[in-house]
């Protein structure tokens, strides 16, 4: 009777990340639609802003990930 309430840690595991994986999808959807965006405005402006340091760590950190 227990054995049907234990979870192995492999399976608790395989869960946590999973769910990690569908929010950090879902993070990077909202982020790729705020840049859509960007740059929808500025196909429609002609004007490219420049993008600073901080915002270049964080675009390149997500491409590593």
Same mark, same amino acid.
């Given at each position: 009777m227990w054995g049907?309430?234990?979870i192995s840690?492999?399976?608790l595991h395989a869960a946590k990340k999973e769910k990690?994986?569908?929010i950090n999808? %879902? /993070?990077l959807k909202e982020?790729?639609?705020k840049f859509k965006e960007r740059?929808?405005?500025e196909k429609e402006i002609g004007? %490219? /802003?420049q993008i600073d340091e901080t915002t270049q760590m964080f675009i390149q950190?997500?491409?590593n990930v």
């Amino acid at each position: 009777m227990w054995g049907f309430y234990l979870i192995s840690k492999k399976e608790l595991h395989a869960a946590k990340k999973e769910k990690t994986a569908q929010i950090n999808g %879902r /993070h990077l959807k909202e982020l790729l639609k705020k840049f859509k965006e960007r740059y929808r405005i500025e196909k429609e402006i002609g004007v %490219r /802003h420049q993008i600073d340091e901080t915002t270049q760590m964080f675009i390149q950190k997500i491409l590593n990930v």
